[in-house]
């Protein structure tokens, strides 16, 4: 498993060898010009700034608190959340939830608006840092870890509102999604526009076609259709290769077509073996996909189960469900 900060203390340095070896060049020659001079001083800066960069967050990652988990976490679960408590203010958002993902199944995360089901996704990805409680992926605690190396180690998301970058391509936005996989230098360096079919546009291209949107690569994306989009935000998850995929509400806003091309680009993810957490209210949607639901209500889990168990739970019923227990969907939050 990747170890968070390693391949930046990699990359600074070699930024370091290479620029100290430019300078101590430049000065054995006495015309050497000044440009290359300054070109050898910037790299070496970089370079520190990498090596530290990568120290510090090696340190953070191999303290006590981040490296030893207080529990044993079930061998078959990708993903295990224990006690997690979160505030804002004085207002308790989650208080005490734990549950497992386990690996490869699709599991929801449902419960009324302002249950608190975004405050966890954004605890899992490191938006927000957590007031008690732990984040395991694989049996490596990630609670401490900065967000960037969570999408190294794994955990890749998309979000409620479409955020894709409008004024690009479809192409490039999910090229965005491959900066997790460009550890190396020679790889954050290159040039993406030299060649017309490089290896980071090709493999865009063919993650679009995979999912039945090679016929759209060149289109920007401010022109799609709110469902076409709603699917490339997916794409853009994917190329990180993540091990656990975030959806939050990705049926939210679609149609009818619309999300039955959705469930079955997320059923042949799920296929290939990647696990998949969804936030979601439309529950014919929730009881199409996932084969567990965990529910939460004012911050507190209140049920974790089956979806034909959730339709019996009382307090589910009371806190949510209500008489739309055997009905469709319910309004996004």
Request: charged share 20%; aromatic share 6%; with cysteine.
């Amino acid at each position: 498993m990747h170890r968070p900060g390693l391949q930046s203390v990699a990359n600074g340095l070699l930024l370091l060898v290479l620029g100290l070896s430019a300078l101590g060049a430049t000065f054995l020659e006495a015309d050497a010009a000044v440009g290359w001079r300054i070109g050898a001083s910037v790299a070496i800066a970089l370079g520190a700034v990498f090596l530290i960069a990568g120290l510090v967050v090696m340190r953070r990652s191999s303290s006590p608190a981040a490296a030893r988990l207080q529990f044993t976490p079930d061998h078959d679960a990708v993903l295990t959340i224990h006690r997690l408590d979160k505030s804002f203010g004085g207002l308790k958002v989650i208080d005490n939830v734990s549950f497992s993902v386990r690996r490869g199944s699709r599991t929801a995360l449902i419960g009324p608006n302002g249950a608190g089901k975004t405050t966890v996704f954004n605890l899992m990805t490191g938006v927000y840092p957590v007031d008690g409680g732990t984040i395991a992926l694989d049996g490596m605690d990630i609670t401490a870890i900065p967000a960037k190396d969570r999408v190294i180690q794994g955990v890749s998301r998309s979000f409620q509102n479409i955020r894709l970058m409008p004024h690009l391509s479809t192409t490039e936005n999910v090229m965005l999604g491959q900066h997790a996989r460009a550890r190396r230098i020679g790889a954050q360096l290159f040039p993406i526009g030299l060649t017309r079919k490089n290896r980071w546009v090709a493999e865009a291209e063919a993650a679009l076609a995979v999912a039945g949107l090679g016929t759209y690569p060149g289109q920007v994306v401010a022109d799609l259709p709110y469902g076409i989009q709603k699917r490339i935000e997916v794409v853009r998850a994917l190329i990180s290769e993540p091990k656990l995929l975030l959806l939050d509400e990705p049926a939210a806003g679609l149609n009818t077509a619309e999300t039955e091309e959705l469930q079955a680009l997320l059923r042949s993810l799920s296929e290939r073996g990647i696990t998949l957490l969804v936030v979601e209210h439309n529950m014919h949607f929730v009881r199409s996909l996932c084969e567990h639901i965990v529910v939460l209500n004012f911050g507190r889990k209140i049920f974790e189960g089956t979806p034909d168990a959730v339709h019996q739970d009382s307090a589910v019923l009371g806190a949510y469900l209500g008489g739309e227990a055997v009905g469709g969907a319910r309004g996004a939050a």
